[in-house]
T-cell receptor
Framework: GENVEQHPSTLSVQEGDSAVIKCTYS??????FPWYKQELGKRPQLIID?????GEKKDQRIAVTLNKTAKHFSLHITETQPEDSAVYFC?????????FGTGTSLTVIP | NAGVTQTPKFQVLKTGQSMTLQCAQD?????MYWYRQDPGMGLRLIYY???????DKGEVPNGYNVSRLNKREFSLRLESAAPSQTSVYFC???????????FGPGTRLTVT
């Protein structure tokens, strides 16, 4: 099966700074890579996704990059705000299954 | 639209007891999933159903069974609960294989 690794496990940034979370995957057949945000006690919610035929995608302050050759993808959050504080999960889709990273707890310090 | 709903929200079981977690979606999605979430482990797929009438094992299926009752409903059954099954369980659905997954609110299960 697929193996997704996510780093760092915790990240603290000052409000207004950028945050970067990185994931690697093992199976080159994986072709869809979503990112989810989960606030404490709540359900995961999709914030951005990227498909294997695209190298970069941006949505306002959030961007995702994908390097298929190196099998890694990253989430970039610019101009961080306190409401960005949450746990972020990357995932890789392979066939009918999704494989999730272990999560990054992001804290934005006002 | 209610989206994805799950019942119950909380449950405490004794070792050896059985229970069924219910999940329903009103978005006419084909695919449905059951995950468990443990601290430091992320979300791990237990079972999924790519379409009505089909179910398949995920990463951690041992100790669980599922039923895709119809297109809307996908239940997860624990036949003989064990403390290792203490976790938060999320149901999810998606319109197609590489589409956004919509998650339910979760069920917090404790097995003593």
């Amino acid at each position: 099966g697929e193996n997704v690794e996510q780093h760092p496990s915790t990240l603290s940034v000052q409000e207004g700074d950028s945050a970067v979370i990185k994931c690697t995957y093992s199976d080159s057949a994986s072709n869809y890579f979503p990112w989810y945000k989960q606030e404490l006690g709540k359900r995961p919610q999709l914030i951005i996704d990227i498909r294997s035929n695209v190298g970069e995608k941006k949505d306002q302050r959030i961007a995702v990059t994908l390097n298929k050759t190196a099998k890694h993808f990253s989430l970039h959050i610019t101009e961080t705000q306190p409401e960005d504080s949450a746990v972020y999960f990357c995932a890789a889709n392979h066939g009918n299954q999704f494989y999730f990273g272990t999560g990054t707890s992001l804290t934005v310090i006002p | 639209n209610a989206g994805v709903t799950q019942t119950p929200k909380f449950q405490v079981l004794k070792t050896g007891q059985s229970m069924t977690l219910q999940c329903a979606q009103d978005m006419n999605h084909n695919s449905m999933y059951w995950y468990r979430q443990d601290p430091g482990m992320g979300l791990r797929l237990i079972y999924y159903s790519a379409s009505e009438g089909t179910t398949d094992k995920g990463e951690v299926p041992n100790g669980y069974n599922v039923s895709r009752l119809n297109k809307r409903e996908f239940s997860l059954r624990l036949e003989s609960a064990a403390p290792s099954q203490t976790s938060v369980y999320f149901c999810a659905s998606s319109d197609y294989r590489e589409g956004e997954q919509y998650f339910g609110p979760g069920t917090r299960l404790t097995v003593t």
